[in-house]
């Protein structure tokens, strides 16, 4: 079994998981360092949610060891850490304060370095849908228990991706230099109260994101979608709630649960204000939350205007080191294409992805599976595809259901391939959010509120 960098307190929540469920009279009593086969003997060495198809609440039913939902050993796994292009950990940074390298020195986070990544350990997860009872199932686990699979370790990117203009790379930095100027690269307002410096990158192609992303090395891609699905999951494992906008709230419940959610995020604006202040560029800069390091909260950030009067602030989220994971400009996705038929053409929006990067593609090709068929209506998510977070009915509203929104258009005829972006944007409001999906865009299609992240894939893990 590979080497998974589990540490000794979480082992030992896990044999007091084992205890959990053997009860008072359990036999000899299990070290930690007996517990890779005692964990394979037990039902529990897993935590998870579940919730029924047929409900409305947000809320899911925490299931499997109550004591790994306290620990939630895969999530208190990721960490920030800076990556090589060679895909190597050059250092990882401080738990507390991402300014900092894990040892007390100043990090160098400009490129210099490396990129800001967060590290997503190795782990087993299992996807199960009940149908007759209605009820959808996640579990997560550190072993490899019957019937689950492997998920690699993977990066992705701290913030929402910059692009190194002089190299043409897609980068993961806090850099304020022209070389890294965000949104449209609007050149003209450098040093002014719109200034694109340090900005996260949008106005960009899903085709190009994947070349600049390439450009760094062949195992760094745009914001991929397995590994986009897996966060969300982990999130909803973690609070047990659909609606990541709940207030956030650092305090846990009387029993050791997260609670709340990460607010509103940067999604708060109107169209026209932002529209009016810098026709939909960026307007947060890239490691806003450097200060939380691998904790979860957030943090203010205002926005001024000419005469330096703040025009609004925004609480930036950060979930275990990944900030805006939703909000403030769309995520171009890769590895995730939908099919969307005129009525005349088949009357299906059909969803497909690709779980190999190496085949990561603008057109359907043989590698995409065929997920399910996402509603042809617009609305607040009732029902997903399921494990793709991706809406298979509509039917719900903002607190209610997964709480996120469904955007889709049908063509007139024939049918067209559209691309799925994904978290929501800074005027998005109640629609945004983890599930938050849009099909209306072909993959050439390139805005000012569309950019994506960084992400990458080591090899043979």
Known sequence: MANIGIDYNVMKDCVDATREVLGADNPSPITPRQLPEAIRSIPYGWYGVKRSTTSLNTVFERT????????????TGMRRCVVRDDGSVNYYLHPSDSRYKAN?????????DGQIEVEIIPHYHKFEYDTEGNVIEAKFSMYNLPGFEYFPLTYMSMGEASLDRTSMKLSSVVN????????????SWDNTYRSLLG??????????????????GANWHPNVYDIYQELVWLYWCEYANTNCQLPFNATLTQDGYRQGGLGDG????????????NGYNPVVPVGTTLSLGNRTGVVPYSVKNASGNTVITFQVPSWRGIENLFGHVWAHTDGILVNVQSNAAGGKNLVYVCHDPAHFADT?????????????????????????????????????????YNYTNIPSSGSEVRCVLLGGYA??????????????????????IVGS??????SNT
Not at 64 to 75: A, D, E, F, K, T
């Open 64 to 75: 499997g060891s109550q004591i790994l939902h306290r620990s939630l050993p895969v999530q």
């Open 104 to 112: 007390g020195e100043p990090a160098v986070l400009d490129g210099t």
């Open 176 to 187: 304020k230099t022209t070389r890294y100027r965000g949104g449209n690269n609007t050149s």
């Open 199 to 216: 900005m996260p990158a949008t106005s960009i192609t899903l085709s190009q994101f994947r070349t600049y992303a390439h450009n760094r």
């Open 266 to 277: 940067v999604t708060t604006w109107t169209s026209s204000a932002w529209n009016s202040f």
């Open 364 to 404: 359907i090709n043989e590698h995409y599976e065929l997920q399910g068929e996402q509603a042809r209506t617009e609305g607040y998510t009732k029902n997903i595809i399921f494990p793709c977070i991706v809406a298979s009915s509509v039917g719900a509203d903002s607190s209610t259901g997964y709480a996120d």
């Open 427 to 448: 005027y998005s409001g109640a629609h945004a959010g983890l599930a938050d999906a849009y099909s209306r865009n072909a993959p050439s299609d390139a805005y000012a």
């Open 453 to 458: 992240r960084l992400c990458f894939t080591p």
